[in-house]
Antibody, heavy 119, light 107 residues
């Protein structure tokens, strides 16, 4: 069974930094694309970043490019999102999601989310 | 960027009803559309990919289709657990983009 468990959400001041983690199990971590998707309170889904399986090519939404970094620790089967220079508009629940293949594209599984509050 | 315009924003229906939710893409790109369900206070759940393919375990009352740049999610006979918010998403190109969501409520 695929499991995705986010952690690291917290209250952070504007301009501050935070690292989110997504511990995974139930699949071969390096073989699948992974994603971060966020949802501001009362709002819709907003894609943040993606990493392909294999080579680990990374992609970012323009709103976070240069401030956020997606990376992974393959031996630990864990995905991270390093958030820097955070802004009020980064306040959201951040979901980790798993792709259906190594190529970026289809999302098939979601974590429960972790809440980041910038204030 | 590809914009996904979803309609309606909300919809009231009854158990047993057939409902349809639509997303219109700002440009043509084939079948690279997915649909997600989100119940209140819960994480999203993947329903459909490739316009019409059901994710594993998704009931057959859910279906998807496409006509040009218009993508449709249909629930053939609403069940109590289907009252939720639904999102479309394109994955043809980055940035990945979602529709604004459709809140499906009890009439």
């Amino acid at each position: 069974e695929v499991r995705l468990l986010e952690s690291g959400g917290a209250l952070v001041h504007p301009g501050g930094s935070l690292r989110l983690s997504c511990a995974t199990s139930g699949f071969t971590f390096n073989d699948f694309a992974m994603y971060w998707v966020r949802q501001a309170p009362g709002r819709g889904l907003d894609w943040v970043s993606a990493m392909s399986g294999g080579a680990g090519t990374t992609y970012y939404a323009e709103s976070v490019s240069g401030r956020f970094t997606i990376y992974r620790d393959i031996p630990k089967n864990t995905l991270y999102l390093q958030m820097s220079s955070v802004r009020d508009e980064d306040t959201a629940t951040y979901y980790c999601a798993k792709g259906a293949s190594f190529a970026t594209g289809i999302i098939d599984s979601w974590g429960l989310g972790t809440l980041v509050t910038v204030s | 960027d590809i914009q996904m315009t979803q309609s309606p924003s909300s919809l009231a229906a009854s158990v047993g009803d057939r409902v349809t939710i639509t997303c219109r893409a700002s440009q043509g790109f084939g079948h690279y559309v997915a649909w997600f369900q989100q119940r209140p206070g819960k994480a999203p759940k993947s329903l459909i990919y490739g316009t019409s393919s059901l994710q594993s375990g998704v009931p057959s009352r859910f279906s998807g289709s496409r006509s040009g740049t218009e993508f449709t999610l249909t629930i053939s006979s609403l069940q109590p657990e289907d009252f939720a918010t639904y999102y479309c998403q394109q994955y043809h190109s980055f940035p990945l983009t979602f529709g604004q969501g459709t809140r499906l409520e009890v009439k």
